[in-house]
């Protein structure tokens, strides 16, 4: 099965990246050849998944370094540490955004001997490196992923982990995908995803390009389903999870999870190695941002509530480790026992040694 979607591609002096916002009305690849401007584009949410906003970032300090190549050194090394902490301020939720970033600043750091023309084309290749690696890494996931899906599953997803939010393929649409490449017959319900309805706009529009079959249903219908017997295992993606395995995901994913365990359903999270958090020891510190009061009150132009109507809207929320079956990364499969009792760390060091 091809990839239908591609999320962000590099057209020889620019990073174009599909503007999410718009979809699935419209299709548009605004280019951006700054840090300033990817940055902006984190932000208003064009781009959005924490590794698409990793690789994201990527291309925006080595955007950032071509721009001022020929700037006296001073002003070089100035302004590009500018636009680092430009970038870092997008999007606070994201580890995967400061995980590139940190990369991209310690390539910044080792090579300082070279001429700023040369390091500019080195910090370019690393974002193509980062881009290509997420893409493997999209895949190794989904084939692990896969091997927990059995023919004829029906599968319920929250919000969108799909290519959309990656560098391609997916992490938890890469799960589906790669399931029905290895020749499983699997369906999927997408829930909206109040409030930007990423799970309506993009996870639908995805699956629809891969003509994997797909159902939309609100957020509030999941427990119905669930209660008729007719979701067989969940599968959502991650933005942030603490070392004690607590997982930081869109707003009503907890709601999801505990619906799950209710009903004996398998809870899987999606999770590429660098969206584990270990300088976070639980849920509890992971930052949650509050968006805008706006995407509450209607979508769009067509506003439904009350004006002066008091509005929250924060965009995650943390699921507890208990109520997660297994974490899928692209190392292999970390089971619940495993998280509970704190095996996470050992894990990752035994598969990143």
Known sequence: MGNHVETLRWNGSQIEMIDQRLLPQQIAYPAYDSAAGVAEA???????????????????????????????????????????KILAA????????????????????????????????RLLQ??????????QTNRQMGAYGASLLEDGMRVLTHCNAGALATAGHGTALGVFRSAVESGKKISVFADETRPFLQGARLTAWEMVQEKIPVTLITDNMSGYFMSHGEI??????????????????????????????????????????STIDLSLPDGNAIPIEERSADEVKGYRDCHWAPEGVAIRNPAFDITPAELVTALITE????????????????????KTA
């Not at 690393?126 to 893409?135: F, G, M, Q, S």
């Open 42 to 84: 984190i932000r208003t949410m064009v781009v959005r998944g924490a590794p698409a906003i990793g690789v994201a970032a990527a291309y925006g300090v080595a955007l950032e370094a071509e721009r001022l190549k020929t700037e006296p050194a001073d002003v070089f090394i100035k302004t590009l540490e500018e636009g680092f």
């Open 90 to 121: 997008s999007r606070p939720m994201a580890v995967n955004l400061f995980w590139a970033l940190n990369r991209m600043h310690t390539l910044w750091e080792n090579n300082r001997h070279l001429s700023q023309a040369a390091l500019a084309d």
């Open 126 to 135: 690393e974002a193509h490196a980062i881009l290509d690696e997420d893409i």
């Open 232 to 273: 067989d295992a969940v599968v959502v993606g991650t933005d942030r999870v603490a070392a004690n395995g607590d997982v930081a995901n869109k707003i009503g994913t907890y709601m999801v999870a505990v619906l799950a365990k209710r009903h004996n359903i398998p809870f899987y999270v999606a999770c590429p190695l």
């Open 331 to 350: 190392k292999g499969i970390v089971d619940n026992k495993t998280l509970v009792s704190g095996g996470l760390v050992d894990f990752i060091s035994k």
